[in-house]
């Protein structure tokens, strides 16, 4: 019936009230090592996963192709997931790739740095100085993540349908509220709706890795977005040639679409440093 997105802070039971929200509505939890499984398995390796996983890439991992590989591989596992609808991921931007879903519900998990602390202690044994420490790293880390990839400010409650303060909810409490926020607000329409969009963000997903990844076309910042019948490319290469090229291999791929490019044309225009 629906598609939930989880994003939380560190020690806001985000992991926890997603498992028991799934088990009440009987829908597939995608957890961490689900999406980090299925990265590798597209083709991302997995000793380059923790220079990007939910963190800040570092100065230099922010300017390789790996950057950008990791977020193909990433949007097309959260695709993946997405398209077997019933199902709840966490964390990575989930929230942002599906946002245009008409049966996605996006929620966010907080806490008081006080009720974080004290669980971080109870959880590990920590005293208050190493908590406080954990505390900083993951909202930075998980702060920085989501502007780098998507752009976003990951604390802005406008990006949720709900956001809920989990030092005033225990888990089961939590998990009735998101259970009865879906019945209450997604429809058959919606989860329609919500399918045929999922596949279309499937099928231009996997043009641009076809495009990048298998046919290793130097385009950058490459986007496919679909509109009926209709796959448009947006990005920025450096001739002419291969933007011919990536709408001449789009088109043999969908030949019931029609293909235009919207890919911006730099002579000289270098994303990485040679």
Not at 19 to 26: I, V, W, Y
Not at 57 to 78: C, I, N
Not at 150 to 155: A, E, G, K, L, T
Request: aromatic share 8%; charged share 25%; with cysteine.
């Amino acid at each position: 019936m629906a598609i939930l997105t989880i994003s939380r802070a560190v020690a806001s039971m985000g992991d926890e009230i997603a498992a028991a929200t799934a088990q009440k509505l009987g829908y597939r939890f995608a957890n961490r090592k689900d999406i980090e499984r299925r990265i590798v398995e597209l083709g991302f390796p997995e000793e380059k996963l923790r220079k990007y996983d939910e963190k800040k890439p570092g100065f230099f991992a922010s300017l390789t192709k790996d950057r950008d590989e990791y977020l193909d591989y990433l949007q097309t596992a959260v695709l993946e997931t997405a398209a077997e609808n019933n199902c709840i991921l966490i964390g990575r931007g989930a929230s942002i790739i599906l946002n245009d879903v008409p049966n996605h519900l996006a929620f966010r998990f907080i806490a008081s740095d006080t009720v974080r602390l004290e669980r971080l202690k109870r959880e590990f044994g920590w005293d208050s100085k190493q908590a406080q420490k954990r505390i900083q790293e993951s909202d930075s880390n998980r702060k920085g993540f989501h502007r780098s990839f998507f752009n976003y400010d990951i604390s802005d409650p406008s990006l949720f349908h709900l956001v809920v303060n989990t030092g005033l909810f225990d888990i089961e409490g939590a998990a009735e509220m998101l259970a009865a926020t879906v019945s209450a607000i997604v429809t058959g329409e919606k989860e329609a709706a919500g399918k045929k969009r999922v596949e279309e963000l499937l099928i231009g997903q996997r043009i641009v890795n076809m495009l990048v990844l298998d046919y290793r076309l130097n385009i950058n910042f490459l986007r496919a977005v679909i509109n009926g019948r209709k796959l448009i490319l947006h990005g920025i290469a450096d001739s002419v040639s291969l933007v011919e090229q990536a709408v001449a291999v789009a088109r043999s791929e969908l030949p019931d679409y029609t293909v235009e490019s919207a890919i911006s044309i730099v002579q000289d225009f270098k994303a990485y440093p040679q």
